[in-house]
């Protein structure tokens, strides 16, 4: 069933677009066939480094533009689309699901629901992944992203009382996004290269290029669990 997978953080540095990045990656080395859509104007980075994979949609809560996120859905009723969310956009999008009844009518048109919330581990985060769980109840899966990227211990996040309540129930999925190794991310973001790119680099050398690799291979793993859940 194609699926809307809404890559989601709220908060801007949790590592949205490398997570969105490697995702339209995955579906290329797997041959799966996906549209991915743009919707950060302010770093537009994952339409400037998958050029001509990337269309733009904007989530506005103006009324006047509420209509350029339409084309997700429209998309999606063909393939499955991969969103890059801007930072704070919970809201808009929101209001773009509830004031079109999109999950209700998802269901006619055989489209589900998926948010890929990223989490850097810190309390600002998880609360806000808190609060998009219960915007949307059971209505849309949420898969709680873990950036080791970003943070390397979540024994906190593991412990929160509220979480292991929600998790108990089997609202929300875990999914554990590995590091990206500093030198290999850094040169992958300077150069605006595409992970296909990335894993030739010669610069890199051998093991840097086996480090990409191993760090694809270690994403995959998370999204095959999840992507037709």
């Not at 943070?151 to 412990?159: S, Y």
């Not at 290029?209 to 992507?227: A, T």
């Amino acid at each position: 069933m194609p699926t809307i997978h809404l890559i989601d953080g709220e908060k801007g540095g949790v590592g949205k677009s490398l997570v969105a990045r490697t995702m339209i990656q995955y579906c290329l080395d797997k041959n799966i066939a996906m549209t991915a859509v743009e919707t950060d104007r302010s770093n537009p980075d994952v339409s400037g480094i998958y050029k001509g994979l990337c269309q733009l949609a904007l989530f506005s809560e103006d009324d006047r533009q509420a209509n350029k996120a339409d084309r997700i859905f429209e998309l999606a009723v063909e393939k499955p689309v991969i969103v890059n969310l801007a930072a704070q956009a919970h809201r808009a999008v929101k209001d773009w699901i509830e004031k079109n009844n999109l999950l209700e009518i998802a269901p006619e048109y055989k489209v589900k629901f998926r948010k890929w919330f990223v989490c850097n581990g810190g309390y600002d985060s998880v609360n806000l992944f808190t609060q998009s769980l219960n915007s949307y109840d059971s209505r849309m899966h949420h898969v709680l992203v873990r950036n080791w990227g970003v943070c390397d211990e979540w024994t906190q996040v593991e412990e929160d009382d509220t979480l292991k309540k929600l998790i108990k129930k089997q609202r929300f999925d875990v999914m554990n996004f590995p590091k990206l190794a500093y030198k290999e991310g850094y040169i992958i973001n300077q150069k605006r290269l595409r992970f296909d790119e990335a894993r030739l680099y010669k610069q890199f050398g051998i093991i840097g290029k086996q480090r990409v690799v191993n760090f694809l291979k270690e994403s995959y793993k998370g999204f095959d669990q999840y992507w037709s859940k």
